[in-house]
């Protein structure tokens, strides 16, 4: 099974900085990874699929990057709302394996 | 517009079994897959399997093989999760989740998740 390790499984942050989420997998998955927001007591939403394509209405401040092994989630000017767990998953081969989490938190 | 309606949060003893069912309306249910997913309390994300909205075709996450089976229900538009034998670590909020059938399966609209809870 193809492991996804995030980094870092907690980050405390103020509104308006720049975040950046890592992921990675144990071994090359192209581009076949998308990046999830959850919000408390609520379903994830898809942010980011085939590594850095944005899903329809989600803000442009959210971007994905990499490819092989390597990811990153990047808000690039911390909003309220965004106060959330971002989850990768991969998509290369099943199971379709989710990386810890990252709790973004206000600081 | 698009709506994944999932049946009321069940309490279950150990050893029984529960069937989750995934209601969908809003686009063409058989041009899409269903995926899946659960999250126990205050943990992470975890993958079950997926189910294909138009053949039936499944692919099972190794650790739930024997134990699941996922099912649909074309004329319903339903999607069914059926977990069986169940311990009090199955205890956890299970969500479907519309899945693109191209490669890659990315999962582009979840349902608002089914709680499950297994106690003595």
């Known amino acids: 099974d193809i492991q996804l390790t995030q980094s870092p499984s907690f980050l405390s942050a103020s509104v308006g900085d720049r975040v950046t989420i890592t992921c990675r997998a144990s071994e090359g998955i192209s581009t076949h990874l998308a990046w999830f927001q959850q919000k408390p007591g609520k379903a994830p939403n898809l942010l980011i699929y085939?590594?850095?394509t944005l899903q329809s209405g989600v803000p442009s401040r959210f971007s994905g990057s990499g490819s092989g092994t390597e990811f990153t989630l990047t808000i690039s000017s911390l909003q309220p709302e965004d106060f959330a767990t971002y989850y990768c998953?991969?998509?290369?081969?099943?199971?379709?394996?989710f990386g810890g989490g990252t709790k973004v938190e206000i600081k | 517009q698009l709506q994944l309606v999932q049946s009321a949060g069940e309490v279950k003893k150990p050893g029984a079994s529960v069937k989750v069912s995934c209601k969908a309306s809003g686009y063409t249910f058989t041009k899409y897959g269903m995926s899946w997913v659960r999250q126990a309390p205050g943990q992470g994300l975890e993958w079950m399997g997926f189910?294909?909205?138009?053949?039936?075709?499944?692919n099972y996450a190794q650790k739930f093989e024997g134990r699941v089976t996922m099912t649909t229900d074309r004329s319903t538009n339903t999607a069914y999760m059926e977990l069986r034998s169940l311990r009090s670590d199955d205890t956890a909020v299970y969500f479907c989740?519309?899945?693109?059938?191209?490669?890659?399966?990315?999962?582009?609209?979840w349902g608002p998740g089914t709680l499950v809870t297994v106690s003595s």
């Open positions: 998953q991969q998509l290369d081969a099943y199971p379709l394996n």
């Open positions: 989740a519309r899945t693109v059938t191209v490669i890659p399966p990315y999962s582009d609209f």
């Open positions: 085939v590594a850095s």
């Open positions: 189910i294909t909205g138009y053949t039936g075709n499944t």
